[in-house]
C-alpha cells in the first residue's frame, strides 16, 4: 500500500520559515517527480512546487518564487519543501503528491496519483 506521510506544519508569524517534509512507502517514487500542492478554504488546489525525479528541473509559482525551495532524497524516499519568509496568504492545507510512473512533472492535481493527507500550515500577521 502507497502512502505519504507529511509533517512539518503549524502556527507561525508572518516572516517565519518552516520546513514540510513528506515521506513515501510502499513504493519508491526514485524515477517519478513529485510536488507540493495547498488548498486555502474556498479556493482551488494549486502546486507551490514540483520536482523533477532527478532534482534537476523544479518548478515553483510565482507567488511562492524566491521564498519556498523544494528538495528531494531518493535514498530517503523523500521531499521536502522549505518555506521562507512566510506570509498571511500562504495559510492553506498543504499535500504532497507523487506521480505513478517516470516523467516530468506535472503542475496540475490531475498529474499526480497519489497524495499525503495534508498538513496544516497557518501564518498569523
Known amino acids: 500500500q502507497v502512502q505519504l506521510v507529511e509533517s512539518g506544519g503549524g502556527l507561525v508569524q508572518a516572516g517565519d520559515s518552516l520546513r514540510l517534509s513528506c515521506t513515501a512507502s510502499?513504493?519508491?517514487?526514485?524515477?517519478?517527480?513529485m510536488g507540493w500542492f495547498r488548498q486555502a478554504p474556498g479556493k482551488e488546489r494549486e502546486c507551490v512546487a514540483a520536482i523533477g525525479w532527478s532534482a534537476r528541473s523544479t518548478y515553483y509559482a510565482d507567488s511562492v518564487k524566491g521564498r519556498f525551495v523544494i528538495s528531494r532524497d531518493n535514498a530517503k524516499n523523500t521531499v521536502v519543501l522549505q518555506m521562507n519568509s512566510l506570509k498571511p496568504e500562504d495559510t492553506a492545507v498543504y499535500y504532497c503528491?507523487?506521480?505513478?510512473?517516470?516523467?516530468?512533472?506535472?503542475?496540475?492535481?490531475?498529474?499526480?496519483?497519489?497524495w499525503g493527507q495534508g498538513t496544516q500550515v497557518t501564518v498569523s500577521s
Open positions: 503528491a507523487a506521480r505513478r510512473s517516470e516523467g516530468g512533472y506535472g503542475t496540475k492535481a490531475s498529474d499526480y496519483a497519489y
Open positions: 510502499g513504493r519508491t517514487f526514485s524515477s517519478s517527480a
